[in-house]
């Protein structure tokens, strides 16, 4: 890969882009089955980038049985809030969305799942801070999205040093407002994910402290509402989308320049780094099973946020899964896949 070189400026716009992309998507169908046409609509819930782009660009969109009425929302929560109202039929989130929803007992259910390399999840810091390992975080402060994969991955790897969340100033910052105090050095450490990490990376403005391999499960999740599961002309659609984006992330992974290339139009991303991160982690993802080792490593992360009092109850993850579209997919443990060197 070339030598490739960003100024904080550069960064802050494409990211903000990430930050806030919400858009006023028709809200067509919602509240019923059918359109004006009679046709099956289903309300889907996308971040920029997401399932939209990747399901176009992976030719999966040709020959739809029904109509989907897309949402775009700037991060999983207020994507799950709208799961919840009922306003979206599904969408795709990480690792720690679904757990603070449903210690909001919110009405959700995950469905599927995908295991992806966690090394996108990182704590970067500047090129030339002194911090050398996670234990020199003591006292310092780190910037971090509240409830992201990256709020956990952080509680890790400190935990792994020998400390506590308190033991660092925390510093609750979402991406875009995170780089900029980073960037101007307001803050020592920022706990991340791709493609962020690559930016960083990228800009030669930071460094890797440790990222989110052994630590965190590097799993991603497509989310419902339990009322279009109990719905059964929604549920069997639900069941074909789901399908369509394991077939999509296949040809993501056989693909990597075409799909960063994509990518990077939709999100605002140059292409350095949208292949980067493809590289790293997005495009590593493979679809694998909802079973047991997966419902109990996310109640590892549900157990350690009520713990720490920063989700309102302890509940059982397991009475928020449907395993109804496993199928033959392979356990959630199975390794990502794999670029060589250059993931």
């Given at each position: 890969?070339?030598?490739?070189?960003?100024?904080?400026?550069?960064?802050?716009?494409?990211?903000?882009?990430?930050?806030?992309?919400?858009?006023?998507?028709?809200?067509?169908?919602?509240?019923?089955?059918?359109?004006?046409?009679?046709s099956l609509v289903l309300n889907v819930g996308d971040q920029k980038g997401g399932a939209e782009a990747l399901l176009r660009a992976a030719g999966e969109l040709g020959d739809l049985p029904y109509r989907i009425t897309w949402s775009t929302f700037?991060?999983?929560?207020?994507?799950?809030?709208?799961?919840?109202?009922?306003?979206?039929?599904?969408?795709?989130?990480?690792?720690?969305?679904?757990?603070?929803?449903?210690?909001?007992?919110?009405?959700?259910?995950?469905?599927?799942?995908?295991?992806?390399?966690?090394?996108?999840?990182?704590?970067?810091?500047?090129?030339?801070?002194?911090?050398?390992?996670?234990?020199?975080?003591?006292?310092?402060?780190?910037?971090?999205?509240?409830?992201?994969?990256?709020?956990?991955?952080?509680?890790?790897?400190?935990?792994?040093?020998?400390?506590?969340?308190?033991?660092?100033?925390?510093?609750?910052?979402?991406?875009?407002d995170a780089l900029a105090a980073f960037s101007s050095g307001k803050v020592d450490a920022w706990a991340v994910w791709d493609p962020y990490t690559s930016q960083v990376l990228l800009s030669g403005k930071g460094r890797v402290l440790t990222d989110?391999?052994?630590?965190?499960?590097?799993?991603?999740?497509?989310?419902?509402?339990?009322?279009?599961?109990?719905?059964?002309?929604?549920?069997?659609?639900?069941?074909?989308?789901?399908?369509?984006?394991?077939?999509?992330?296949?040809?993501?992974?056989?693909?990597?320049?075409?799909?960063?290339?994509?990518?990077?139009?939709?999100?605002?991303?140059?292409?350095?780094?949208?292949?980067?991160?493809?590289?790293?982690?997005?495009?590593?993802?493979?679809?694998?099973?909802?079973?047991?080792?997966?419902?109990?490593?996310?109640?590892?992360?549900?157990?350690?946020?009520?713990?720490?009092?920063?989700?309102?109850?302890?509940?059982?993850?397991?009475?928020?899964?449907?395993?109804?579209?496993?199928?033959?997919?392979?356990?959630?443990?199975?390794?990502?896949?794999?670029?060589?060197?250059?993931?």
């Amino acid at each position: 890969m070339k030598s490739f070189r960003l100024s904080a400026a550069a960064l802050l716009v494409p990211l903000a882009l990430l930050a806030s992309a919400c858009s006023g998507a028709s809200a067509a169908g919602q509240g019923s089955n059918t359109d004006g046409e009679g046709s099956l609509v289903l309300n889907v819930g996308d971040q920029k980038g997401g399932a939209e782009a990747l399901l176009r660009a992976a030719g999966e969109l040709g020959d739809l049985p029904y109509r989907i009425t897309w949402s775009t929302f700037t991060s999983g929560p207020p994507l799950l809030e709208a799961v919840n109202a009922e306003a979206v039929d599904i969408g795709s989130v990480g690792n720690t969305p679904p757990v603070f929803a449903a210690g909001a007992d919110s009405r959700i259910t995950v469905v599927s799942a995908t295991h992806g390399d966690s090394a996108g999840e990182a704590i970067l810091v500047p090129t030339g801070s002194p911090v050398r390992s996670v234990r020199d975080l003591k006292g310092k402060k780190v910037a971090v999205a509240q409830g992201s994969s990256a709020h956990f991955q952080l509680i890790s790897s400190l935990g792994r040093a020998g400390l506590k969340l308190s033991d660092v100033q925390v510093t609750l910052l979402q991406p875009a407002d995170a780089l900029a105090a980073f960037s101007s050095g307001k803050v020592d450490a920022w706990a991340v994910w791709d493609p962020y990490t690559s930016q960083v990376l990228l800009s030669g403005k930071g460094r890797v402290l440790t990222d989110g391999r052994g630590l965190v499960n590097g799993l991603g999740f497509q989310v419902a509402a339990p009322a279009a599961l109990a719905d059964p002309a929604k549920a069997e659609a639900i069941g074909d989308f789901v399908e369509r984006l394991r077939r999509a992330q296949g040809w993501v992974f056989a693909h990597p320049e075409d799909w960063a290339e994509v990518w990077a139009k939709e999100t605002g991303l140059p292409y350095e780094v949208a292949l980067a991160a493809v590289k790293r982690s997005n495009g590593t993802r493979i679809p694998v099973a909802l079973d047991d080792a997966a419902v109990a490593s996310e109640q590892k992360i549900a157990d350690t946020f009520a713990a720490l009092g920063l989700i309102p109850r302890r509940f059982r993850f397991a009475d928020f899964v449907d395993t109804r579209f496993n199928k033959d997919l392979p356990p959630s443990t199975t390794p990502a896949r794999s670029y060589g060197k250059a993931s």
